[in-house]
């Protein structure tokens, strides 16, 4: 595992970031942003286009249709926005395991630990955090493919080589997603409509989540 802790004072420094962070990325990675609403996560995405040579002023978030599709240079950039995905089939509906088995997009995910159990155990993890009115802190950490956990997150099992590094089987990777859609985990505060509806006016022309 690898950390890179970079500041952003600015949506354009943000965008810089990521910028760069795409052309080191290939076709196939999974990144996914966790960050409080306003963060920048949205900002970030933007910047990944610019860097993947998509176009960056066509992203915006995907709250209300759960992706949204961008052509790159080499392949496409598709933005996931977790929150909205309640089951398995939502998951399916958009073709998830069908991206993570063609390895030919760039998957970024907000909100991702509403699919936690979905996840590669291969990724990119993006943090956003406020450290100022205007300051961002934003942690990227690289798990390495020999980074695996040593036991099944359900049933304990010892995880053997052919597994995700998280579970012994497929029947113990559905039933911690099933955890989730269930809500026996939390990721804090719901968000409601009208934190949308807020966040959006307090942003304006240039939101950054």
Known sequence: MTVEIRRSSSPEETERIA?????????????TLDGDLGAGKTCFVRGLARGLGADPHAVSSPTFVIEHRHGCDAGT?????????????????IGWDELLA??????AVEWPSRIEAALPAVRIDVRIRHVGEEVREIEIERVQPGERATACRICGAV??????????????????????????YA??????????ADDIRRAGPERRD
């Open 159 to 184: 995880l053997g080589a052919e597994g995700d590094g998280r579970f012994c089987s497929p029947r113990c990777r559905a039933a911690d997603l099933g955890r989730w859609f269930r809500g026996d």
């Open 19 to 31: 910028s760069a962070m795409a052309m080191r990325i290939a076709p196939g990675t999974v990144i």
């Open 187 to 196: 990721i804090g505060r719901p968000i409601e409509e009208d934190d949308l």
């Open 102 to 107: 063609e390895g030919q997009a760039v998957v």
């Open 77 to 93: 950039l598709v933005h996931i926005d977790a929150y909205r995905i309640r089951s398995a089939e939502d998951l399916a509906s």
